[in-house]
């Protein structure tokens, strides 16, 4: 959707024109259900998400200046919405299976495949250990490929402590995955003279 195209539908929606409502959640709703997917990580909170989203942005509508553009004011709403959440309640990590391939490839043994989904669970149990904004940088930076210029808009920090963010997470989620592995023997790993 081209950005003039884009402004000109919400100031129709604005007026509450309900076929420019329309036109704008098909135009936004995939990308912002990934948003707010990858987020989550949970099916039920994306959904109550991506609503809530939508409802804050329609109700200031008439208040949105038309600068950059209109799916950055639904990511940050998204954003400050999951941000809220977790400064009331940090989730739990669930690591999805589907997230590591059910077929082994033709090289690969059952432990290859264990230990690919324990490192995954140790990297998200890390992850889930950052703090909300961090997080939400490192999500929206590795998840969404999005850059560090608009995870500083989306955020509203600036684009150096999106940076350091990033690089001091990296070194603790690199740290604490590695110790988390440490603490869990591989399948099928024993130590010589360990009774099985």
Aim: hydrophobic content about 40%.
């Amino acid at each position: 959707m081209a950005q003039a195209l884009a402004w000109n539908i919400v100031r129709r929606a604005a007026k509450g024109d309900a076929n420019a409502r329309r036109d704008l959640v098909e135009a936004t709703i995939d990308g912002l259900w990934r948003l707010a997917m990858r987020l989550t990580r949970r099916q039920d909170d994306a959904e109550m998400i991506v609503q809530e989203t939508y409802t804050r942005v329609f109700a200031a509508l008439d208040r949105l200046e038309p600068t950059g553009k209109f799916e950055g004011y639904l990511a940050r709403t998204a954003t400050n919405l999951v941000l809220q959440r977790w400064r009331r309640k940090r989730p739990t990590a669930q690591v999805a299976e589907t997230l590591t391939a059910d077929a082994l490839e033709p090289w690969q043994t059952v432990a290859d495949a264990e230990d690919g989904r324990r490192r995954l669970a140790a990297v998200w149990a890390a992850i889930q250990e950052l703090e909300p904004q961090p997080r939400a940088a490192v999500l929206l930076f590795y998840a969404q490929n999005e850059s560090c210029d608009a995870i500083s808009r989306i955020l509203d920090v600036p684009s150096g402590t999106v940076k350091t963010w990033l690089h001091r997470s990296r070194n603790h989620v690199r740290q604490r995955a590695e110790t988390l592995l440490r603490s869990q023997p591989a399948l099928g790993s024993t130590q010589i003279g360990e009774p099985r």
